[in-house]
């Protein structure tokens, strides 16, 4: 157990390493079993990663997608991870792979958490799990402050709801489902975010850099000296 650091030079080199090794991955665990289950993740950094991923030569129809995290909206709404994963991997928009929905059809959000991690128990645990990282250290939707009161417990549900700190109500992998990833891949890019996980890599709490559960799991950060 133990976090790797690889450096990459720009944003774009470091999604195609990235797409790359978790393609390698896939097609390690498709070797041995029958299906593999993927989570990826929203927001703006992993757009190139995701592109990148979708042109790997990967059975893709014998792989489950789900975003790590979702905002509580409609799928056509701008905002949700599931639309952009959707638009920008290419098995997913041409039906090339089984897509699992976090959002479903619930009224509220602790009904659609109940309703996803119904279906994900069933499904089996995530092989990999990729990640992004805020600013302020949060991955998925797991924010400081545990604003939700929700996710830093002892919770075996592997999907939770949450909120961010401006309010809006959110799904996430829970840390349980996190830990009990195969895998886990970090994608980062800038020297302010390498600045965040040298301080979480100090002691502190989970609520307060959540980032620090992916620390204390096996780990490989991609690192973008540059956004470009």
Excluded: Y
């Excluded at 991955?25 to 995701?50: D, S, W």
């Excluded at 056509?76 to 928009?93: G, K, V």
């Excluded at 075996?156 to 709801?161: G, S, Y």
């Amino acid at each position: 157990m133990g976090t790797l650091l690889l450096r990459f030079p720009n944003l774009a080199v470091a999604s195609d390493a990235l797409a790359e090794q978790v393609a390698d991955r896939l097609r390690e665990i498709l070797a041995k079993q029958a299906r593999a289950n993927l989570a990826l993740p929203g927001g703006t950094t992993p757009g190139l990663f995701l592109q990148a991923l979708g042109a790997k030569p990967v059975e893709w129809s014998r792989v489950t997608v789900l975003p790590g995290d979702e905002r509580f909206v409609a799928l056509q709404d701008p905002r949700s991870n599931e639309r952009q994963i959707r638009m920008l991997f290419a098995p997913a928009r041409e039906g090339r792979c089984d897509m699992f929905t976090l959002r479903g059809s619930a009224s509220t959000p602790e009904e659609a958490a109940a309703d996803a991690s119904a279906r994900l128990a069933a499904l089996g645990a995530i092989d990999i799990a990729v990640f992004g990282m805020g600013d302020d250290g949060h991955i998925a939707s797991l924010f400081p402050g545990d604003r939700a009161g929700t996710w830093s417990g002892s919770s075996d549900e592997p999907v939770i709801a949450t909120a961010a700190s401006d309010g809006s109500l959110r799904l996430s992998l829970s840390p349980s489902a996190i830990l009990a990833a195969q895998h886990a891949m970090l994608l980062v890019a800038g020297q302010e975010k390498l600045a965040v996980i040298d301080e979480a890599k100090c002691p502190g709490g989970r609520e307060v850099l959540p980032v620090r559960l992916l620390l204390g799991r096996a780990l490989t950060v991609f690192f973008a000296e540059i956004r470009g």
